[in-house]
C-alpha cells in the first residue's frame, strides 16, 4: 500500500450554491471545519459567512475551462452577461497542487491523527486558509486607511466653498471662484456620491453592481462599510511573512481549542505541538522550505522559527487588505 493510500480525501460535491445562499452550504459534513473559521474570520449577515459558498464554488470549477465555468454560471443565473464579457473578468484559479504532498506528509498526517481530526475535512480547510490568503495577497485591490477620512472631509469643505485651487507640480495653476462653476462641480460629485451609494445597498447581484459600479469608474465591487477605501488601480501583493502571519492566526484559532491523544499503534513519536502542526501545514502549501516540515534542527534545538517570526509582529497591526473573491475587508 502506498502512502498515498494510506489517507483518502473525499471529494467535495459541486454544490452550486451563489453566495449569497451560503447557509445552503450548512449541511455539507466535508465544509464543517471550513464554517467554523469562516464565520470567525469572514462573518456576513446574520453570522453566516458567505465564504464557504465562495469556496465550494471555487474548488468545483478549479479545473474547467474558461468555457465551461461561464456556463455553469449560467446553470447556477449568477452571471447575467456574454461569454466575451465573462473572458475580459480577472480569474485566479484555486491551488490544490499540493494535495499529494499533504497526504505523503506522515510526521503531518499523525499530527492530525492525533487531534482526532477528520483529514478530508481538514484538507478542505487547508484550502480555504490557503486560497483565502492568496486571495487578499496576491494582486489584491490596496487599501488606503486614509481615504475615507479625506473623501469625507472634502466632501463636506467642497460644499461650504467659495473657492477652488489647482496645483501642477506643487505651483498654482488654477483658480475657480465663479459660484456657478463651484456648483456645478458640488452638484457632479454629489450625483457621483448619491450613484454610488444606490449601488452598493441596492438588492442587485454582485454581478450587476460590478458593471454598474464600473459604468461611473470604478473596477470594482465590495460589499462593506469600508468600500469607499478601496482603490481599484492601486495592486499589491503582501510579503510572504505577513502571508505565513495570517495563515497562523486562522489556525491556530481552530486548533487551540482541541487537544491531541497518544495513538497507540504508532511506534514513532507523533508531536502535538500545535505550532509545529501549523509550521508544517506552512511548509505543505509552499510559504516556507522543509526548515519549516522539521520539528528539531541539526543541533537538536526545537524549531522556533514560527514563534520567533509571530514575536517580531506582536506589536503590529496587520495590514489593511481586500479580497478580490471573498468580498470582504481584512
Same mark, same amino acid.
Given at each position: 500500500m *502506498?502512502?498515498?493510500? #494510506?489517507?483518502?480525501?473525499?471529494e467535495l460535491p459541486d454544490l452550486k450554491v451563489a453566495w449569497h445562499e451560503s447557509y445552503k452550504c450548512l449541511a455539507e459534513p466535508l465544509l464543517e471545519y471550513v464554517w467554523e473559521v469562516a464565520n470567525h474570520f469572514l462573518p456576513d449577515y446574520e453570522d453566516v459567512s458567505a465564504a464557504p459558498a465562495?469556496?465550494?464554488n471555487r474548488y468545483a470549477e478549479r479545473n474547467l475551462s474558461i468555457e465551461e465555468r461561464y456556463e455553469r454560471t449560467q446553470e447556477m443565473k449568477t452571471f447575467k +452577461?456574454? #461569454?466575451e464579457e465573462y473572458k475580459k473578468r480577472e480569474y485566479r484559479k484555486l491551488d490544490d497542487s499540493f494535495k499529494e504532498k499533504f497526504l505523503t506528509n506522515e510526521d503531518l498526517q499523525n499530527t492530525i491523527e492525533a487531534y482526532k481530526l477528520d483529514v478530508s475535512k481538514f484538507w478542505y480547510l487547508l484550502l480555504f486558509i490557503y486560497d483565502f490568503?492568496?486571495?487578499? +495577497?496576491? !494582486?489584491?485591490?490596496a487599501l488606503n486607511k486614509s481615504v475615507l477620512e479625506d473623501? *469625507?472631509?472634502f466632501h463636506t469643505n467642497l460644499s461650504e466653498t467659495t473657492s477652488i485651487t489647482l496645483k501642477k507640480n506643487n505651483k498654482k495653476s488654477y483658480v475657480v471662484e465663479r459660484e456657478d462653476t463651484i456648483?456645478?462641480?458640488q452638484a457632479a460629485l454629489q450625483h457621483f456620491v448619491n450613484t454610488y451609494s444606490d449601488i452598493i445597498h441596492s438588492e442587485q447581484d454582485r454581478e450587476t453592481m460590478i458593471k454598474q459600479l464600473k459604468d461611473? +469608474? #470604478?473596477e470594482g465591487f465590495i460589499r462593506n462599510d469600508l468600500s469607499s477605501k478601496i482603490s481599484f488601480t492601486d495592486k499589491f501583493s503582501l510579503d510572504i511573512s505577513y502571508k505565513k502571519w495570517k495563515f497562523t492566526d486562522m489556525f491556530l484559532f481552530f486548533i487551540e481549542r482541541r487537544k491531541a491523544t497518544t495513538i497507540s499503534n504508532k511506534k514513532i513519536k507523533v508531536s502535538k505541538d500545535k505550532m509545529m502542526l501549523v509550521s508544517r501545514l506552512i511548509y505543505t502549501v509552499g510559504y516556507d522550505g522543509k526548515r519549516y516540515n522539521e520539528e528539531y534542527d541539526s543541533e537538536g534545538n526545537k524549531n522556533r522559527m514560527l *514563534? !520567533? #517570526?509571530l514575536r517580531r509582529y506582536k506589536n503590529e497591526k496587520f495590514p489593511s487588505v481586500i479580497a478580490n473573491n471573498y468580498m470582504v475587508v481584512s
Open positions: *502506498s502512502k498515498e493510500e #494510506l489517507h483518502q480525501i473525499e465562495i469556496f465550494a +452577461g456574454t #461569454l490568503i492568496e486571495d487578499i +495577497g496576491t !494582486n489584491a485591490p473623501f *469625507s472631509y456648483r456645478i462641480i461611473i +469608474g #470604478l *514563534s !520567533n #517570526l
